[in-house]
């Protein structure tokens, strides 16, 4: 399932609180964005014909609740990701952040403690 980067944030919305009605949506998302509610209508429609979310009629209204899991739609998104742009490897793509000073110091600790996890399992 393909999600464009405006989906996602409306995704983010309802991952963070749902159901929300449309205007919930809209209100959370207008300091951030600068979009009209027509807009964000359309991107839940978008979400709910892809499968992404569902809408329950609530009186003259539908609350949107996610279907897709926050953690599964992050998993498929890094593993592409690095599929993409590093041909399956995670270590060129350490090495990229390292080479660019993108790694803090605690990013660094951290990844030790997570190698030497992954040598405890062996």
């Known amino acids: 399932m393909q999600i464009s980067e405006a989906e996602s944030a409306v995704m983010e919305v309802l991952w963070e609180r749902q159901p929300l009605a449309a205007e919930e949506v809209f209100a959370a998302l207008r300091a951030s964005r600068d979009w009209q509610e027509p807009t964000v209508k ?10 992404a979310i ?15 899991a926050r953690e599964d739609w992050v998993a498929r998104q890094s593993e592409g990701f690095v599929e993409r742009l590093f041909g ?7 090495a ?9 110091p605690a990013d660094i600790e951290q990844l030790r403690r997570l190698i030497e996890s992954f040598d405890d399992e062996r």
């Open 54 to 68: 569902r809408a329950t009629r609530e009186g003259r209204r539908y609350l949107y609740a996610p279907l897709l």
């Open 42 to 51: 359309t991107l839940l429609n978008r979400l709910l014909k892809k499968g």
């Open 96 to 104: 990229h952040f390292s080479e660019r000073g993108r790694l803090t």
């Open 88 to 94: 399956g490897r995670v270590a060129p793509l350490v």
